[in-house]
């Protein structure tokens, strides 16, 4: 009886690693959203080649890897320094999310992500890969509040290498994606792109959701399902 019951532990404590790293990854990405990127990284890297264009594309790729990963790993820091309790940190940051996500369901970028005049700024740049690509289109305010939120609620170290984990591989996607922007452009076309960001605003209105709910759960105003 010891043997069965340990591997079922063992098995809840796995799947339950695998859960939080798929809401590590998912809130991640769809914050971050390098197809929403794509027709501004186009517009602003139109006078350059093609091996220019990936160095842009790599170093935003980079800074955005940078920028969460310094919050991650400060994130734990910053909530002493100001006092910040974590269900605080999750409401406030589930607004962000929600505000986030209800300009992605209309397939638009979020102000916070970018602004007309970022954008028009930026084209007169020789260097356009950390600012305004990489922060704050890429590693914009959500995508950050989003990692300390992550942070906030990791209990172990194997959640923690969960967190650097999505933020490694959401990068790697933004550089394929916008190294070959061009081809991706093609390929999903206006249409494509505008129905992508929206299915993933409505992910992210979910998360925004749970987010709240959790947020709630941890001042003691809800009950939590004792199914979850």
């Not at 999310?97 to 992500?113: C, F, H, N, V, Y």
Request: glycine share 8%; proline share 4%; charged share 15%.
């Amino acid at each position: 009886m010891i043997v069965p019951h340990a591997a079922s532990l063992s098995l809840f404590e796995g799947s339950a690693y695998v859960r939080f790293s798929l809401l590590a990854l998912s809130s991640i990405f769809f914050l971050v959203d390098p197809f929403a990127a794509l027709p501004t990284f186009l517009a602003v890297t139109a006078d350059q080649d093609a091996a220019k264009r990936a160095r842009t594309a790599r170093k935003a790729s980079l800074t955005a890897f940078v920028i969460l990963t310094a919050f991650a790993i400060a994130g734990t820091y910053i909530f002493r320094i100001f006092g910040i309790t974590l269900p605080a940190f999750e409401i406030s940051g589930g607004i962000i999310l929600l505000l986030i996500g209800l300009d992605m369901l209309e397939a638009k970028r979020s102000p916070t992500q970018e602004s007309p005049g970022e954008t028009q700024a930026a084209s007169s740049k020789d260097d356009v890969g950390i600012v305004p690509l990489g922060i704050p289109m890429l590693a914009g305010p959500g995508a950050i509040t989003s990692v300390m939120v992550l942070v906030g609620q990791a209990q172990t170290h194997w959640q923690m290498i969960a967190i650097f984990g999505a933020i490694a591989i959401t990068a790697a996607i933004c550089y394929l994606v916008l190294g070959s922007a061009d081809r991706v452009a093609r390929m999903l076309g206006d249409t494509g792109i505008r129905i992508l960001v929206r299915i993933m605003g409505l992910l992210l209105v979910a998360l925004a959701v749970q987010y709240f709910v959790n947020g709630f759960v941890d001042l003691g105003v809800l009950t939590k399902p004792s199914s979850l």
